[in-house]
């Protein structure tokens, strides 16, 4: 008999023995999993925030041009380099303004005047 009990409980020690396996590896299984899903998570965050900063950096620096753009556009800054280069711009004069006038639905286009604009040897305007 005390074979009898002994063969049964190896049977029962081997079948509980691999279930109890089974359990630890899907348990740990899932655990690593986690894990991995938990940094993944971490270090998008990390490249989104890194990425937003970038964003922000970048929109100021856009701010900033577009202030300096402005000032470089401003009509007195414009004079002033025009003074500093010494390009000597003037306005035009009446008779150098080239028009263009529309007829009708759009499809004729008359010009007002010839254009006509002479240059010397030196390529400068009369």
Request: aromatic share 8%; proline share 3%; charged share 30%.
């Amino acid at each position: 008999m005390w074979r009898r009990e002994k063969s049964r409980d190896e049977v029962i020690g081997a079948g509980w023995f691999i279930k109890a396996a089974v359990v630890c590896f899907f348990v740990g299984g899932s655990c690593a999993g986690y894990l991995w899903q938990k940094n993944q998570v971490h270090e998008l965050g990390q490249k989104i925030r890194g990425l937003e900063r970038e964003l922000d950096q970048l929109e100021q620096g856009n701010d900033v041009l577009r202030q300096r753009y402005a000032v470089l556009e401003s009509q007195p800054e414009l004079n002033r380099r025009v003074r500093e280069f010494g390009l000597d711009l003037r306005p035009p004069a009446p008779e150098q303004i080239f028009r263009l006038r529309e007829a009708g639905d759009g499809r004729q286009v008359s010009f007002s005047r010839s254009h006509s604009l002479s240059t010397d040897r030196d390529g400068d305007r009369n």
